[in-house]
């Protein structure tokens, strides 16, 4: 899955050689939270689900001074706790609290060095899934679906995670045309979701590829047997010509300075009459820089893109041929994949501490709230080297 933008990445205490910050008091730094809780309905100390419950003082300090960093951290060291926290980002995030929030030099250079040293940089490739996807399969086979699909389900008509996922798959199939005999690649294909239910349903060859050891282990085991073959492998490496190209949810993990790289890449690895479906977590708003919170715990060297963003990277290589947006579905995923992930602990606790449990409870259900807020979206892009021939008709 791939992250949000949450409660602002920014300080608000003013600072200066005085240490005029220092001299605030707890019922101002509480106030001064308050304050920018007020225009969401969210009340410190209230008793309604979606409250926030301040367990230690430190927190308003923290959270002032520290931004989005401060409130994710604040929450796993046990500072503060609320009943429905999906509840309290879908409230809390079209207020944008970032515009009340006074830039500092933490986001300063945050972004600065976004923008610097490129954490998307071929070198980096492989931090994401070290970090990210190398968690644990058993972790992840406990709160995905059957067939382990790490990304936004289609809740269409569906009803259940596993059908959600399925219908998912199908989706892309279909709108790639996919035909017997076709050579796909996917990139960024996780534990090989995909490339099984393709493979399985309409009998083509995937060559997948991924950044995590884990990934790979687990998914050459899932597609024994079937035309699929597994890497671990950076797309800038890839050096062969397919029929079709997926990617699902890895876009979010390529970096701004990369973008016209990875749609140059595709390109060249697409045969002219080719259809490449890129599917990715969109920001409503353009920026240079991911959260702090998420780079630190969840992402590291990621960024959502806006629309702006993405289509600049593909101008003059790709024809848009369909867009679909169905993000309001994120909200479902992630929330079945929360109630998989806390209702499995008593297996996981084992390998994970508490901390953790705090950490990867408040990814899920912020990720949920700011999707269902629509503050985040999905996006599927149906792209074509040189335009369809005939035109392109959607076939689901």
């Not at 209230?46 to 001074?65: A, H, I, N, S, T």
């Not at 024994?224 to 397919?242: C, K």
């Amino acid at each position: 899955m791939k992250s949000a933008r949450h409660f602002g990445s920014t300080g608000f205490l003013p600072q200066n050689k005085n240490g005029f910050e220092g001299r605030i008091g707890t019922r101002n730094l509480k106030t001064l939270t308050q304050g920018i809780l007020s225009p969401a309905g969210i009340t410190l100390d209230g008793g309604r689900p979606w409250d926030l419950e301040v367990k230690d003082e430190r927190f308003y300090r923290r959270v002032l001074r520290e931004g989005s960093l401060g409130l994710g951290e604040s929450y796993m060291d046990g500072w503060w706790e609320c009943e429905e926290i999906d509840t309290l980002f879908t409230k809390l995030v079209p207020t944008d609290p970032e515009a009340k929030l006074r830039k500092n030099w933490r986001l300063l250079l945050h972004t600065v060095g976004a923008a610097v040293l490129n954490p998307g940089r071929k070198s980096h490739a492989f931090q994401i899934g070290e970090r990210h996807y190398d968690k644990g399969n058993e972790l992840f086979k406990n709160m995905l679906d059957k067939r382990m699909t790490y990304s936004c389900g289609y809740w269409k008509d569906a009803h259940t995670l596993d059908e959600a996922q399925e219908a998912k798959l199908e989706l892309i199939c279909r709108k790639l045309g996919l035909k017997a005999g076709d050579r796909i690649l996917d990139i960024g294909c996780g534990w090989g979701s995909f490339a099984k239910y393709a493979a399985e349903k309409y009998n083509v060859e995937v060559v997948g590829i991924t950044v995590s050891k884990e990934q790979l282990s687990l998914g050459r085991e899932l597609c024994r047997g079937l035309p699929v073959e597994l890497r671990l492998q950076d797309y800038r490496d890839v050096d062969e010509r397919f029929d079709h190209i997926v990617s699902v949810g890895m876009f979010e993990h390529v970096g701004l300075k990369n973008y016209r790289i990875f749609m140059e890449k595709a390109l060249q690895c697409l045969k002219d009459d080719g259809l490449f479906l890129l599917h990715c977590i969109g920001s409503n708003i353009s920026h240079g820089a991911g959260d702090p919170w998420l780079d630190k715990y969840i992402f590291p060297n990621s960024l959502i893109p806006s629309l702006k963003q993405i289509t600049a990277s593909l101008e003059g290589l790709f024809t848009v041929e369909n867009l679909h947006n169905f993000g309001f579905y994120y909200d479902a995923t992630l929330m079945s994949w929360f109630r998989n992930f806390s209702d499995s602990w008593p297996k996981l606790e084992d390998r994970y501490d508490e901390k953790f449990y705090r950490m990867w409870k408040y990814y899920l259900l912020s990720s949920a709230g700011a999707f269902r807020s629509r503050w985040l979206q999905v996006w599927q892009f149906v792209l074509s080297p040189k335009g369809a021939r005939g035109g392109y008709e959607l076939t689901c």
